[in-house]
């Protein structure tokens, strides 16, 4: 029986923008917040969602102009978004997460949990860059964003999204997050891109002392294992689980599997010690 998954919306406040979130998942369990990636929405954890144990309390924010969410002229810095996610944290009333970033989306996570330990139980990171600067696939992406106009070509968001997975998913998500990423302003293909390769994404792995897992997929189009092996060796506390036969995106090809991790996972980092 699939899990029910309730859309509401988060005012963070302060001058923020207002952000659409998705809930599923146990009223009693713990809390765990989704963290998409770029161009994304929360409909990008959707097959995860849906499938939600009562063991866990899953909330998925849209970050600020991707999807639903409001599109403010600038703030498209990972910071940035890592600041917007500690404001959803306080406005939802979530003390302490575990946080469970997918693909870019790991890394305001991981700024998260560097700077705010006192409410980040763990970090789990699926498919996340060490460093993205370095790597040819998303280079050779960055030639097109940057002289993106809107509206933004389907085709090229179909290439986009299809160019990351290793094994065919499902038609009707597909052509959902396609959608979803097209909702999206130029400017913020342009921008959020140009942040994620113009910051220190290896200095975001530095001081992060929280539990951490890394979930990587064996046929990444775009991380190869040695990019993980540089998040292992920077975080103390991590530990690496591969997923073989699996691309980019785990909680697209093999979101069962990412939920008895996740599960697992948070269960062991809350138990009191």
Avoid: C
Avoid at 22 to 27: C, D, K, S
Avoid at 55 to 62: I, S, V
Avoid at 133 to 146: I, L, M, Q, S
Avoid at 216 to 222: A, H, N, Q
Wanted: a negative charge; charged letters at 25%.
């Amino acid at each position: 029986m699939a899990a029910a998954i309730a859309v509401h919306s988060a005012r963070l406040g302060d001058g923020r923008p207002t952000l659409p979130y998705a809930e599923a998942g146990g009223p009693d369990g713990i809390p765990v917040v989704l963290v998409h990636g770029y161009v994304d929405s929360w409909w990008t954890f959707e097959p995860m969602l849906r499938r939600m144990p009562s063991a866990l309390h899953a909330y998925a924010p849209t970050q600020r102009g991707h999807g639903d969410a409001d599109k403010p002229p600038d703030g498209y810095l990972p910071e940035d978004f890592a600041d917007d996610l500690v404001a959803f944290l306080d406005a939802l009333g979530l003390d302490r997460v575990v946080l469970v970033g997918g693909s870019s989306g790991g890394v305001q996570a991981r700024i998260t949990a560097g700077r705010r330990p006192d409410r980040v139980a763990g970090l789990v990171l699926l498919g996340t860059p060490a460093v993205l600067a370095d790597k040819p696939g998303v280079r050779e992406v960055w030639e097109t964003v940057r002289t993106l106009e809107d509206p933004v070509d389907r085709a090229f968001a179909e290439d986009f999204a299809r160019g990351l997975t290793a094994a065919p998913v499902g038609r009707g998500f597909l052509e959902t997050v396609i959608d979803e990423n097209l909702k999206a302003p130029a400017r913020v293909w342009r921008a959020a891109l140009r942040g994620l390769l113009e910051t220190d994404l290896r200095a975001t792995l530095t001081g992060i002392l929280v539990p951490t897992l890394v979930v990587w997929g064996d046929r990444d189009p775009l991380l190869p294992r040695t990019d993980q092996q540089t998040i292992l060796d920077t975080v103390p506390d991590s530990r690496l689980t591969v997923y073989e036969g699996v691309g980019h995106v785990a909680y697209w090809e093999a979101p069962d599997r990412v939920l008895r991790d996740v599960t697992a996972f948070a269960t062991a980092v809350t138990l009191p010690r």
